[in-house]
Structure formats: C-alpha cells, structure tokens
C-alpha cells in the first residue's frame, strides 16, 4: 500500500502463492481510487469468469461502505457485469482472451490478476492482451499506476517473475515468532 501512495512509483508486481490476498490488496488500490482520486481504471483477469467475479466482489464492497456505496451511478439490477460507474470515473471488467474488452479505454490505474494464466485467442490478429493491456495506460504515462499479480507458473518463462525481478524485487519481511528479527519467508527451505 505504501508502494501505491507513492507517487514516484508507476509498476507494482506481486508475486507469491495463491489465496494469500494479492487480488484483495489490488482491489483496495482500487477502490481507494475511486473514493479519493476517481480516475478511469480497469480490472483485468485471465477469463470472462473471473473479471466478472472480480467486479461484483467489488460492487459488494462498495455496498459494505457508506462513502463508497454514495459514489455508486446505477443501483444493483442497472449495474452491467463488467463496469461499475462511480461519480466521476468508471472501473471497467476485462479478459485476456477478449481483445474488445482490452481496446479503447483509456485508464490511470489498472489491476492485471493471475497475470500468468493470460492467453492469446490463436485467431487473433492483435497484440498480445499484456501489451493490450499496458497500452491503457498510455495517456496517463507520467501518473499511471499498474498492478500486476499473480502465482508464478513456470520458472523461468513466468510472466509475473520477469515484471517482479525487473523491477526492485523488494520481498516481505516478517518478524522470527522465536528471535523477533524481520526475515523474509521462504518455504521449502531447511
């Protein structure tokens, strides 16, 4: 959170294992947004499922804070599956595997989840939905914020990692339960 406060930084990438809260933590970037700095932004998934899933988890937390549910446009049957309107910005739903819903939209702040799973169609005569994506955000260049997340596939060859150690590879310090001294978790090791 401190990285999205931050005004010099434009990339976030979060990298680690799954049901541990990289996509809530992206959610509350973006719904900070919205309250405080409305700007057009985007939810981005690997499938149609899972963008539209995301978008109502954040339409329900929108109706779990006053100051949020105030900002809402449309009332619960009006709001389409793949868009919330706030006053003064909107948060389009969107899949790799849906060139419509990547094209055409110009956005500040953008959430890129299970980044690895993204597939291009083999018919498709586009870019790949990474660099769809990315060219959202070309208008708002010196302001934009990106975040990337998602459970790392093959070492190597896993998109996630690449964007992570590209940039400061900062990792999550927690206290020793033992000693007291901050360390960063490392599973598997001996």
């Known amino acids: 959170f401190d990285a999205f406060d931050d005004p010099r930084t434009r990339t976030i990438s979060l990298q680690w294992a799954t049901r541990l809260g990289k996509t809530f933590g992206a959610h509350v970037c973006l719904l900070k947004t919205a309250a405080t700095d409305p700007a057009p932004m985007m939810f981005a998934s690997s499938v149609e499922g899972l963008a539209k ?3 109502s988890r954040l339409y329900a937390a929108c109706h779990q804070r006053t100051a949020l549910k105030s900002l809402l446009v449309k009332n619960e049957r009006e709001q389409k599956q793949d868009l919330i309107e706030f ?24 959430h890129a989840g ?14 790949h939905p990474h660099k769809l994506f990315d060219d959202r955000m070309k208008d708002f260049q010196a302001v934009r914020k ?12 896993s998109p996630i990692e690449r964007k992570r150690i590209s940039g400061t590879n900062c990792q999550y310090h927690v206290p020793c339960p ?4 901050y360390q960063s978790l490392e599973f598997g090791k001996n």
């Open 114 to 127: 299970e980044y690895d799973k993204w597939e291009q169609q083999s018919t498709s005569k586009e870019a």
């Open 87 to 110: 006053r003064g910005c909107k948060l389009y739903g969107a899949w790799s595997r849906s060139v419509s819903t990547l094209a055409d939209k110009n956005i500040k702040v953008g």
């Open 146 to 157: 990106a975040i990337y997340e998602g459970t790392p596939t093959v070492k190597g060859r």
């Open 178 to 181: 033992h000693c007291k001294k």
């Open 53 to 55: 899933e995301g978008i």
